[in-house]
C-alpha cells in the first residue's frame, strides 16, 4: 500500500491512507475505523487521532490515541519550506531520534512529499503519557535545566566532530544533513527585510528590548559573524529548536523534547537558545556560568575533548544572536506575543551582560 501522496487538509486523512502510513513502518497494521478528537493548528497542525487497530496493530505497541502532526495549512507549508522545517522534522524523528539518545515521543510513521512540501509524523499522545508540558511563561529551575543539559550533552557527543569530518561529508552517516545556519538563511533573509522587521520593532516584543538591537544594519552584520563564527566550530547533530514550548517532563522527572528540527551545527548554539531563554532574568546571571559548566562537565564524562570555560562562554554570547533573532521575529500565530516577548526580553538581557557588541567585533567581517 502506497502511503503517497501526503494529505494536505485532515478531510484527505482516511482509514486506507492511515493504514498505509502506518503499514509502511509495522507490517500487517490496519486501521478499521478513526476518529479526528482535535485539531490544534498552526505552522505545523496536530491533529489528535484515535484509531481501532487490528490485532497487528495492537502488538506493534501503536496506541489508541495517536498525534498526526503536518502542514495542513498553505502558509504553515510555504513558511515552512524556507527553512526545510517540515523535511527537518521528518527526518529528526525517522533518522536522528530513532537512533541517538535523546528523549523523545516514539513516532510510528514520518516521510516528507517534496511536491506537495508535506512532512507527516505519526506520533504518541504525550498528554495521553501525562506529561507536563514546559511554557516559556514559567521560567525552569536551575535542576531542572541542569538535567536537561546532561541529557543534551550525551545527545550531541554521540556526533561530536569537526565540520570536515568524514561523518559529516557526502556519503558520510549525517553527510546529507543541512548545516542549520545555512538553511536558515532564507528565513533570515525574509524576515530582516524593512517592512517585516520593523514591524516586529514596533511590537510588544520590540519594546521589551534595548533600542540598540533594533537596528536592522547590525541585526544583518551580526547574522553573517556569527555563521562565519560556526563554520570554525565542530559540529554535532542538533534537536533544532529547544525552547521551551518543544519540551516536557515526565512523571518521574525525565526531560523529553519533540518538535524537533535536526540539522548539524555548534552545539554551543542550542545550550544558548535553551539556557538564555528558560530561566528567569533575576536568575540567570547567577546560573548561567555554573549551568555552561554542568554541560562542558557532562560532555566529558561523554568523551568529548570540550572546550576550555572561556572559550565555551564566548561562543554561549555570540550565539545568543540566533535567539534573539528568532524571538524577534516569529509571528505571532505561531508563538503567542507573550511568549516572543518574554523570551526576546530574556535573550536581550543576556545580550547586554555579556556585550554583545564588543564580543561579535572581534569576529572578522567579510
Known amino acids: 500500500m502506497n502511503h503517497r501522496p501526503l494529505p494536505v487538509t485532515p478531510e484527505e486523512i482516511t482509514r486506507e491512507w492511515l493504514t498505509a502510513a ?12 478513526f476518529e479526528i478528537v482535535d485539531i490544534i493548528r498552526g505552522t505545523s497542525t496536530k491533529i489528535r487521532v484515535r484509531l481501532e487497530l487490528n490485532d497487528a496493530g495492537r502488538r506493534a505497541g501503536i496506541p489508541e490515541l495517536v498525534i498526526l502532526k503536518g502542514g495542513f495549512e498553505q502558509h504553515g507549508r510555504e513558511v515552512g519550506h524556507l527553512g526545510e522545517m517540515h523535511r527537518r522534522e521528518v527526518r529528526g524523528y525517522r533518522d536522528v531520534l530513532s537512533v541517538l539518545k535523546l528523549p523523545s515521543p516514539k513516532a510510528y510513521f514520518a516521510d516528507y ?23 516559556a511563561l514559567e521560567p525552569q529551575t536551575h535542576a531542572q535545566i541542569a538535567r536537561r543539559l546532561t541529557a543534551l550533552a550525551q545527545f550531541h557527543a554521540q556526533t561530536w566532530a569537526s565540520p570536515d569530518a568524514g561523518q559529516f561529508q557526502p556519503g558520510g552517516r549525517w553527510g546529507d544533513f543541512p548545516d542549520f545556519l545555512k538553511v536558515c538563511r532564507p528565513f533570515f533573509d525574509r524576515y530582516t527585510e524593512p517592512e517585516r522587521w520593523y514591524r516586529f520593532v514596533a511590537s510588544p516584543r520590540g519594546a ?155 569576529i572578522a567581517a567579510d
Not at 113 to 135: H, K, N, T, W, Y
Open 22 to 33: 502506518l503499514s509502511s513502518q509495522s507490517p500487517g497494521v490496519e486501521v478499521r475505523d
Open 208 to 362: 521589551s528590548v534595548s533600542v540598540r538591537f533594533h537596528d536592522r544594519h547590525w541585526m544583518i552584520d551580526a547574522f553573517d559573524r556569527m555563521m562565519q563564527f560556526s563554520a570554525r566550530l565542530p559540529h554535532s547533530i542538533l534537536h533544532g529548536d529547544i525552547h521551551l514550548g518543544n519540551l516536557y517532563i515526565d512523571p518521574d522527572g525525565t526531560p523529553g523534547f519533540f518538535d524537533t528540527l535536526a540539522a548539524r551545527g555548534p552545539a554551543m548554539l542550542e545550550i544558548s537558545y535553551h539556557i538564555s531563554a528558560s530561566i528567569d532574568v533575576a536568575d540567570r546571571p547567577r546560573w548561567e556560568r555554573p549551568l555552561v559548566q554542568h554541560y562542558l562537565d557532562e560532555l566529558g564524562r561523554s568523551g568529548v575533548a570540550a572546550p576550555p570555560f572561556d572559550e565555551a562562554m564566548r561562543q554561549y554570547a555570540i550565539f545568543l544572536v540566533y535567539g534573539y533573532f528568532i524571538w524577534m521575529t516569529t509571528e505571532s500565530q505561531f508563538q503567542t506575543e507573550s511568549t516572543n516577548t518574554a523570551n526576546a526580553s530574556r535573550v536581550c538581557a543576556a545580550m547586554l551582560e555579556h556585550d554583545i557588541v564588543s564580543v561579535l567585533e572581534t
Open 113 to 135: 512529499e517534496p511536491e506537495r512540501q508535506q512532512g507527516i509524523i505519526i506520533m504518541e499522545d504525550l498528554v495521553a503519557r501525562g506529561v507536563s508540558f514546559c511554557s
